[in-house]
Every structure is written in C-alpha cells, then in structure tokens.
C-alpha cells in the first residue's frame, strides 16, 4: 500500500469541496465528515443514517463502537459535517435505517474502492498530484487540527499511536516545515 499525504492547502480542499458539491451530495458529506473527524474510512462506510440523526436533528457526537481491544471512540460533529449532513438527509432519500453512504446500485455502503476513486479522481480533477487515498482524509484532519493547536497527544489518542513522532510522520509535518501552530481560542 502507497502512503499517501495529507491536503496541507486549504485552496484545494474548497476546490474539492465544491467540485463535490456539484457531483454528489452524499460524496461532498463523505469528503466533509472525513477531514473535520478523521475517522477511519471503514468506520465511515459503516456509518448508517440512525448514527447521526437523533430523529430531530443531527447529533453532536458520534460514537463509534469499539474493536477488539479499544475502547469505544467518541467524535464531534462540527458545524461543517451537521450543515452538510442536514442537507443531504433533507433530501428525504434516506431511512434511519440505510447506510449513510449508500451505494447508487444496491442497500449497501459504498465500497472502500469507489470511496478511493470518488476522493483520488476529485483530487486530480482539482490539480492536486500528490498521492491521495482514503487515508488522506484522516491525515488531512490531523495536520489541519495540529496546525490550529490541538494537543499531538490528543491526536495520538484518535489515531492509536504510541508516540508523537509517529503520529507527526502520519500527519505529514515535516521537520523542516514552518513550527508557527495557530492557537486560536477566539473567546
């Protein structure tokens, strides 16, 4: 497997984001809830509508049953992800019970393929050539939150790594790379 990078620019994460929008509702959600939650793809793809909607409105928090030996992980639904949500279950397409990201063809989630594809054909249709997959999303979410001042220990606990460096090299901060981190209460 190739180790794909982080979208570091946030001109081509609004690029991709609106050419999403323009393509597929359920894609540009996808894309959203990816990089503002960093959750796995494979708990993303097993997400079903019932996960975040409590019946009235979207839910503030995720919980995202645990495997084997982790505890269960709980996420926060930003702004970001309960906007784009809310439109794309106003459409009233979609059961309680359906998969969030449901397959055009058939009651299943879409695959973890056709997830690639839709992000990596998104990514070259907006110039990015760097290597982009579904792991991208959660990168994409780490470098992003590290940048803005979110704790590397925090970042740790979301991604099950055992030390800072690990979690750094996963989240594409160079050594090199300008050490200005936005802490940003904005009370």
């Known amino acids: 497997m190739e180790c794909v990078s982080p979208i570091k620019e946030i001109s081509q994460i609004h690029a991709i984001k609106e050419k999403l929008q323009k393509q597929?509702?359920?894609?540009?959600?996808?894309?959203?809830?990816?990089?503002?939650?960093?959750?796995?793809?494979?708990?993303?793809?097993?997400?079903?509508?019932?996960?975040?909607?409590?019946?009235?409105?979207?839910?503030?928090?995720?919980?995202?049953?645990?495997?084997?030996?982790?505890?269960q992980k709980v996420f926060y639904l930003n702004q970001k992800v309960k906007t784009a949500l809310e439109s794309y279950l106003a459409r009233g397409t979609l059961q309680d019970s359906d998969f969030l990201f449901k397959s055009k063809k058939?009651?299943?989630?879409?695959?973890?393929?056709?997830?690639?594809?839709?992000?990596?054909?998104?990514?070259?249709?907006?110039?990015?050539?760097?290597?982009?997959?579904?792991?991208?999303?959660r990168k994409t979410f780490g470098y992003h939150a590290y940048r803005k001042g979110i704790a590397i220990s925090?970042?740790?606990?979301?991604?099950?790594?055992?030390?800072?460096?690990?979690t750094l090299r996963y989240i594409g901060i160079d050594k090199?790379?300008?050490?200005?981190?936005?802490?940003?209460?904005?009370?």
């Open 24 to 71: 597929s509702l359920r894609d540009y959600v996808l894309f959203v809830f990816g990089i503002n939650t960093g959750i796995r793809v494979h708990d993303l793809l097993s997400l079903r509508v019932s996960d975040v909607w409590d019946g009235e409105g979207v839910k503030e928090f995720l919980t995202i049953s645990a495997e084997k030996n982790e505890a």
């Open 106 to 137: 058939n009651n299943l989630p879409i695959t973890r393929q056709q997830a690639y594809r839709i992000i990596n054909g998104v990514a070259k249709e907006v110039g990015i050539t760097g290597k982009i997959g579904m792991h991208t999303l």
């Open 154 to 166: 925090i970042l740790m606990d979301i991604y099950n790594h055992h030390t800072h460096a690990e």
């Open 176 to 187: 090199d790379e300008e050490p200005y981190i936005k802490v940003d209460v904005n009370l």
